[in-house]
């Protein structure tokens, strides 16, 4: 029906939910004699901030001068002085003592100034405690000075049909209310990258909204809106949360830790089908098929197989393959999980004590992006011929005219050092680039030898 679809992660939302009976007692008559839900607002709207972000990104050439004919002649893009724009988005106050907000990762990535606006005006500078792309959950602090924070829900216990509120700032507008239902739980697939398990809403969302609370009729908080999909830029109905009970394990890493560090099993899955689970024999209808088993990992010492179904973690059931990479991702190394598998028809548990996944650290600094911008990159696997010779972390890939692929980096390198600090997991290059000064130099091996590339501001 559409000639274009477009995804927008650019805004708020803030919803909670409750027992049908507990909403419907809330929006009763005033004392005008008209139904109103003005109260819960009341409650609940100075906890919903606006966040304006300055941020500097590359210089960008008019497109007259990106013909290569004026390219001998101009320095190179990274050497052009740094532009400087302004954004603006939502966060939800969720610690009022502490100062902590909640808002989403894009809204402040690559920020180099935060701000903090309360509805009465007042304005703070805010420290990123941490950030985590993953999930697209960010974590600031402000001066605790008289904040009103919303109480948190359980996005679990959430029903589609329940109703909710979203809150947020778009368009610049200033504070506005949305309410809705909630349309559908566990979506999944809009970013296959991340960790989702979204709720889906048509409550109104439009640009501005990201990171703006999603509230229920009880006034608790039970999503931070993060993206709509969208024909044209605006709203249609369909908007999507990060539930608040991933938030919240989220905040909790990054307060302890300033970043989030996630659990590995070591297993490639897929969806439980009704045609594979004939073809196993089980009468399971949700859970996520063991398709293969990497080596020297959790899953094997622990005796995972092939053809196993995963159908419960923790006693919490696994619908599917998105759902189990995200209960596991949202563990910590070290943690042990009980697992429930079907295999040949009886159901077995393992405990297994998970790995490092080696993700890239919920980072509040951006050495990793700058230098290594359009590389991806993997742990040294027995398939690579440095497996067993050097230890570090492989290319997989370079784009064609990135920073990394101009610097002579190429798919099969390996980064073993970065300014002679040895460097053994994805984590350990991306805390030592963050922590390097100004020029970055990286000790690659290739090919059986050893070369020195160099990064400079």
Known sequence: MFARLFLIILFPIAVAAAPAAAQVMVAEADARGIPTI??????????????????ERHGQLPPLFRDPFFSPFLPPLDRMPPQRQMSAGSGVIVDAEEGYVLTNNHVIENAIEIRVTLRDDRSFGAELVGRDPGTDIALLRIKPDRLTAIPFGNSEQLLVGDFVVAIGNPFGLGQTVTSGIVSALGRSGINPQGYEDFIQTDASINPGNSGGALITLDGRLVGINTAIISPGGGNVGVGFAVPINMARTVMDQLIRYGEVQRGRLGVMIQDL????????????????????????????????????????????????????RQMIGLSRPGEQ??????????????????????????????GADDVLAGVRLAPVDRSHPAWGRVEGVAILDVTPG??????????????????????????????????????VALTVWRDGRLMLIVFRP
């Not at 293969?292 to 923790?314: F, K, S, Y």
């Not at 598998?341 to 405990?351: H, P």
């Not at 390198?413 to 991306?430: F, H, K, S």
């Open 337 to 366: 999980v009980t697992l429930s598998i079907l295999r040949n028809g009886e159901r077995i548990e393992k405990v297994i004590e998970l790995a490092d996944a080696e993700a890239g650290p919920a980072q509040t600094r951006q």
């Open 38 to 55: 003005a109260p819960l607002i009341d409650r609940v709207d100075d906890a919903v901030v606006n966040i304006s972000v300055v941020s």
């Open 273 to 324: 089908t009704p045609d594979v689970a004939g073809a196993l024999g089980i009468d399971a209808t949700s859970g996520a098929v063991v398709s293969a088993i990497e080596p020297d990992t959790p899953a094997e010492r622990a005796g995972l197989e092939a053809g196993d179904v995963i159908v419960a973690v923790d006693g919490r059931t696994v619908e599917g393959s998105a759902r189990l």
């Open 402 to 439: 990135s920073r990394a692929a101009r610097a002579g980096l190429e798919p099969g390198d390996v980064i073993t050092a970065v300014n002679r600090q040895p460097v053994g997991t994805v984590r350990d290059l991306g805390r030592a680039l963050g922590d390097a000064p100004g020029t």
